[in-house]
Nanobody, 119 residues
Framework: QVQLVESGGGLVQAGGSLRLSCAASGIIFTISTMGWYRQAPGKQRELVASITRDGITDYPESLKGRFTISRDNAKNTVSLQMNSLKPEDTAVYYC?????????????WGQGTQVTVAS
């Protein structure tokens, strides 16, 4: 089991920045990829950014250049720096941890943190 606790959401004006953080605990050595997803009202959850244990990152093309994911394996944390925020970035942001244990893969989610971008 892996537990994820997010922090750092809030209300920001368009063009502003926010930094989200996620702390992992539990059987953390099973974690391979960590990431951030978001879900806006009436929409499906979508990938925002992911990062492997080796630091390889992935972003949707639409978010490249504005969002940056980072990971501290020693502290078991993953962060998301969001710059030049737009109203359409408003959503609940979820931290994700993908684990592999004896050949079985699982996904764990945080409780979500609200990000609201005012126009």
């Amino acid at each position: 089991q892996v537990q994820l606790v997010e922090s750092g959401g809030g209300l920001v004006q368009a063009g502003g920045s926010l930094r989200l953080s996620c702390a992992a605990s539990g059987i953390i050595f099973t974690i391979s990829t960590m990431g951030w997803y978001r879900q806006a009202p009436g929409k499906q959850r979508e990938l925002v950014a992911s990062i492997t244990r080796d630091g390889i990152t992935d972003y949707p093309e639409s978010l490249k250049g504005r969002f940056t994911i980072s990971r501290d394996n020693a502290k078991n944390t993953v962060s998301l720096q969001m710059n030049s925020l737009k109203p359409e970035d408003t959503a609940v942001y979820y931290c994700n941890a993908h684990t592999t244990w004896f050949g079985k893969s699982s996904d764990y989610w945080g409780q979500g943190t609200q990000v609201t971008v005012a126009s």
